[in-house]
């Protein structure tokens, strides 16, 4: 791995200019965010005007239902998953490595909870059908296609020949045919898979991709995309077939995760609702970044892209932020929760955030997914119950919902190894000028200024970017039509000049992210402060936009755009101007 920025990253030895600028002590200006113990903002100046303008929605939205954790942001009315098979669920619907059998005792409590379940007796937790299929779809395809270290454990094996000749008797014919497909996994108690073909033209479809899915195959793009139209939203019904049943959908998703999607899959999963909503709007802007944050959000450190948003569009590189307020697995902190707490409108259209992006006051605009692709949306409460991320979870971060006339880019953070290249090649897909991927804190966007440890686990560190951008040289690539070069790097913040400082924790707080945000654009120099300057700094840079080839220039810009109360202000307008954009 090696470093292609546009110019080199300065040596500790040559950034004496750097040092101590990263946090250093400053008299703070007039109106600054200072935040007291009692966690209220002292009024001033830019501060005072948001806490009149959206305190009132924020008091109004804690008194119904505490909107500081991001636990309360889950939609009401959702039926909760059983706890005792989802927690199997979660180690045995993984990859062919990751996956953890089951020991004889949990995997008797699992069954005899299915078998409860099935026959009425869990009236306060029963295991829902997505459960079911999830759970049985990781099991067949353990036995069909992992490695024997990771196939069934004589556990399993004993705890399923004791139950399964009576769930057999109790189960739905769709969730026998996802535990035996082809009649070879439970002998003579598995003859209805074989037989199996699913009601309605719609259900017989993902049938015939689920088969080649529980043996451990792969699909080509074209059916992976016809599968999705015909069975998304969930609950719709379209004039020649019924809705499909949750169990075989939920078997389809965990089933072509555990499998590793090929990229003509993700491909599919990516570009499959394009034109739910008709042709994107194209915004009036010379550059746009799309900004693709893990949507399940953070649980433990601060999240800065709404921030970096923020400071971003004061010199021009408009940003449009997309997800939910929540989803599952990790249920963390989002944009979205952020901008409800403070009082925005989370629920533009797609033309009302064209509006906003184009607009001089504001700059940047968030789209949520309800409104961008309600089918994707329609899902949600099924992903809680499949425990695991989908493939979904992958190719959500590269959406397009909005286009430009300019210059377009895309970020989108990863953890797991394997997806650094796919999200690179989807992007690629969507033809923009640039594409990133970080791996930062929690698998999302933000860059940190902590030093690496010693200790630090193996594989790619955090901090680790790579991408491509429009190129300014002969050395780049023209395998689609468009010429690019690629970068890699570790971004190294002590060699910027930024102290070494432990990220601030939220723990599921959104009032907490909020402070520290905010205070850091009212001039609070900090950790918080820092990590916007470093993460809008280098999105700039490595995406080689305009006045950034040079770091130094490029980390001064940002922090002008705070220390001027532009990126302040241009945050308070967005919570007044989304309630007015038509």
Known sequence: MHSLLLRPLPSPA?????????????????GALVWAGDRRCRRGGVAAAWMEDAGTAVLEEAARRNPALSESYRPPGLPRPNG???????????GPEQTRPLGEEQAMRVLDTILRSATGELKEEPVSSAQLGAFFAGMTIRANCFPEATQWSEGERRAMSLYWPRLVHVLPPEVKFIADPEGTIMGANGLTGPRYIGQGTAEMRLVGALREVLAGGHLGYEEVQCVLKDVLPVGSASVDSTAVSEALLAAFLIGQRMNRETDRE?????LAFDDELGPPPVADVDSLTHYGEPYDGNTRFFRSTLFVAAVRACYGETCLLHGVEWMPPKGGITEGQMLKF???????????AKRLLEDENTGFAYLHLQEACPSLYSIIGLREHIKKRPPLATSEKVQQFVRARGRESMVAGFYHVGYEDPLLMLMRRRTVHAGLVVKGEEGALSLTTKERSANASKGLPVNHCSGFRTPNSANFSETDGISRE???????????????????RTDKSVLKNLELGLSALGGDKGPAYDRIVLNAAMADHLLGCSGAQDINSALDRAREAIDSGNALRRLMNYIKISHKVS
């Open 342 to 352: 403070m009082g925005a409108n989370t629920h533009l259209s797609p033309r009302q």
């Open 266 to 270: 993700l491909k599919g999963y990516c």
């Open 14 to 30: 040559k950034s004496g200019s750097l040092a101590g600028r990263a946090s250093p002590p400053a008299p703070r200006r007039p």
């Open 486 to 504: 690629s970068f890699s790097v570790a971004v190294n913040a002590q060699e910027l000049g930024f102290k070494s400082t432990e990220t601030p």
């Open 84 to 94: 005792t098979v989802l927690e199997a669920q979660g180690r045995v619907c993984t």
